[in-house]
C-alpha cells in the first residue's frame, strides 16, 4: 500500500474520517510509514483522496488521540514510538501476575458510572449524552501496590460495575464481550503528590504511565485504560536481532 492506496468507501456506514484513520494505521503496521517519518498533510490527502480537508483533519486527529501519531508545530504529524512487538501481548494484570508466579488483588477507589467526558468520547467513538462505567483501583502483587489503574468502558458493554471483582478481561469474556485486541502507548511521567500516596511512592519518583484501548471482534473500542506502574516492580525486556 503506498501513501495514498488508501480506499475509502463513502456508502459504508462508518464515517470517512474513521475509515482513513484505520487505513494510516494498516499503512503505518505495514511499514510504509516508520516511526519518526511524517504522515501526508491534511492537505495532501484531501486532494489524492478526494475528501474533504474536515475529514483528513479528524483521522489525523484521531492518529494523536490514540498516540499512534504526533504533531510537532510548524513540521507536520509524525509516527509516533511504537512499542515493540514482544511487549503487545495482550494479558490481564491478573493473568500476568499469576504467571510470574505472584498472588494478584486489587484495592478498590471507586466503581461507578457517569457522562463520558469529550475525551472518554473520542477515545471510545461515544455519541454525545452517552454513559460510562468507570472503575479505579490499585494493583497488588503479593499485598503491594505496583499500579494504580482507571478504566472507562461504556455501559453498553459493562452496565453494572460492581460486577469488577477481580480480572476485568475476564468478567469481560465471561459477558460474552471479550477484548481481542489493544493498542497501548507507554509514556515516563513523575508523580504528582496525590498519585504518590495511592502509589506509596515518594513525590517526583518517575513513573510508568501505559494507556490502553482495547477492542471488540466487531472492531468497537470498548475499553479505556490508563495505568500507572512503579519502575521499581515493571521491569519490560525486549530482545534485540539483526
Partial sequence: ?????????PSHATPLYLQLAERLVEAIDSGQWRTGQALPSERALAERLGVSRITARKALDRLVARGQARR????????????????SRLT??????????????????GRETGSASSDERDRLDLTAGATVCRLKRLRLADDVVVAMEESCLPSSVLAEPQ????SLYATLAALG???????????????????ARLAEVEAGQALLMMTRV??????????LTVTY????????QVVLTP
Fill in 92 to 109: 490481564s494484570f491478573t493473568e500476568l501476575l499469576i504467571q510470574r508466579g505472584h498472588r494478584p488483588s486489587s484495592r478498590w477507589l
Fill in 214 to 223: 482495547g477492542y471488540l471482534a466487531d472492531g468497537r473500542p470498548a475499553e
Fill in 1 to 9: 500500500m503506498n501513501a495514498f492506496e488508501l480506499p475509502l468507501d
Fill in 72 to 87: 510537532a508545530r510548524g513540521s507536520g504529524t509524525f509516527v509516533a514510538p511504537r512499542v515493540d512487538p514482544s511487549l
Fill in 177 to 195: 464481550t471479550p477484548i481481542v485486541r489493544a493498542r497501548q502507548h507507554v509514556s515516563a511521567i513523575n508523580a504528582t503528590p496525590a498519585l
Fill in 163 to 166: 460486577s469488577v471483582t477481580h
Fill in 229 to 236: 506502574c512503579r519502575t521499581d516492580y515493571y521491569d519490560f
